[in-house]
């Protein structure tokens, strides 16, 4: 899952154009955070990884029996805790009071969100030599555009309301969850 947002003051780095579809093109720009913004979205994955992706370690876990059992509760978790249409598997944390939890304490714009899935589709019309390992530079991307998911100068977005915003648009994964 990537969340994207376009922090004010970020400056912008045209990395190219991406096909949408045949005859349309999507233009991704990537933007260079401020070192106060690359740590905020390092807050921010850092949240999100720990509020929605808490797998136990298995070495932690006396046996295989007790591995299952948590990873089985913290996706359980997730399920009861999350939108029904929230379309990923989460292994939800113990300390439920994550989901509450603001993502970016500063920064306040519009959240865009994409799955990789929609961001980084291989174009299957180009030179073959594209596919070769020493080439991989050359590749040709599609990619999708980005959901909205949050209106600048809204409340601040949590975790959970990122998820309810994610389930609102009916995305579908395509079985990888």
Not at 52 to 69: G, T, Y
Request: proline content about 7%; hydrophobic content about 30%; charged content about 35%.
């Amino acid at each position: 899952m990537a969340t994207e947002a376009s922090p004010a003051g970020a400056t912008p780095n045209p990395v190219g154009k991406n096909v949408v579809g045949q005859n349309e093109h999507y233009e991704r720009i990537c933007l260079e955070p401020s070192p106060l913004q690359a740590k905020e979205i390092e807050e921010a994955k850092d949240l999100l990884d720990l509020a929605l992706c808490s797998i136990p370690e298995e070495e932690d876990c006396d046996s295989k029996e007790e591995f299952m059992k948590e990873t089985t509760e913290a996706i359980e978790r997730g399920k009861k805790l999350l939108p029904k249409e929230f379309p990923f598997t989460s292994h939800v944390d113990e300390d439920e009071s994550l989901l509450d939890k603001q993502i970016f304490k500063e920064y306040s714009g519009d959240i865009y969100w994409n799955e990789c899935g929609r961001d980084f589709i291989i174009d299957p019309n180009q030179p073959k030599e594209n596919f070769k390992p020493e080439n991989m530079a050359k590749l040709v991307y599609r990619s999708l555009k980005p959901f909205k998911i949050h209106e600048e100068g809204d409340k601040p977005l949590t975790v959970k309301g990122m998820c309810e915003k994610v389930a609102e648009l009916k995305f579908q994964t395509g079985g990888c969850n």
